[in-house]
């Protein structure tokens, strides 16, 4: 018998409930514990177990699979096992950077040209992200060191904007917050907030990239 609207929407409310606490688990249990590849490697697995059971309660088998598949993938790496869905498209003498590493420098990215619409110059901007955000030397590669801050983080751009890092999650954070750039006004505070939040979250992705500390 098909369930009544409300009925649905009830066991929608209580799915996304039983999702929320269960995600929530997953990351702050044993929150004293270091956080090591290993854990943290759980955790995401244990998260994405979560979301599965999400769509298996909404009657979405197939769906609820595809998340299950990928913890069973994440949780394996703990085993030394690589499933193929983790393994790399092609191996290059050079290994690429991390999404996680794009996500940061489209920040750094948004963060300057924020400032910039706030009024400051582009070495001026530059000095600022780097005041307020110290570990953003470490998003530099080990060739872009001997440039400057501002000569680097306008290369960043340049590369995602024109498709030359093959990186579709670093690009599009690129693109929906030039998008929202776009939208303030000039000089308006609210372009210094946007950039302080992009700084914010640059310092997140810093720390999860070091699970270690």
């Not at 059971?53 to 998340?67: E, I, K, N, P, V």
């Not at 996500?103 to 948004?110: N, P, Q």
């Not at 953003?136 to 340049?158: C, D, E, F, M, Y």
């Amino acid at each position: 018998m098909p369930l009544s609207d409300d009925e649905a929407k009830l066991k929608l409310l209580k799915a996304a409930v039983d999702l929320y606490a269960i995600v929530s688990q997953a990351f702050v249990q044993e929150a004293d514990a270091p956080r090591t590849d290993a854990n943290e490697r759980e955790r995401y697995a244990g998260a994405l177990v979560a979301v599965g059971q999400f769509f298996c309660a909404l009657a979405d088998r197939r769906l609820g699979d595809r998340f299950f598949e990928l913890a069973s993938a994440i949780g394996d790496l703990n085993n030394g096992t690589l499933h193929p869905l983790l393994q790399p498209v092609r191996a290059d003498n050079r290994r690429a950077d991390t999404s996680q590493v794009w996500r940061a420098r489209a920040r750094a990215v948004l963060a300057l040209e924020a400032l910039v619409q706030a009024g400051l110059s582009q070495d001026a901007a530059a000095a600022q992200l780097a005041r307020k955000c110290r570990g953003i030397a470490g998003l530099v590669g080990r060739r872009a060191r001997t440039s400057s801050l501002q000569t680097t983080i306008v290369g960043w751009r340049k590369r995602l904007l024109a498709g030359r890092v093959k990186n579709f999650v670093g690009r599009e954070v690129l693109l929906a917050g030039r998008e929202k750039i776009r939208h303030l006004r000039k000089q308006d505070a609210g372009l210094v907030e946007f950039a302080d939040h992009q700084l914010a979250e640059l310092a997140d992705v810093l720390g999860a990239l070091s699970p270690g500390s």
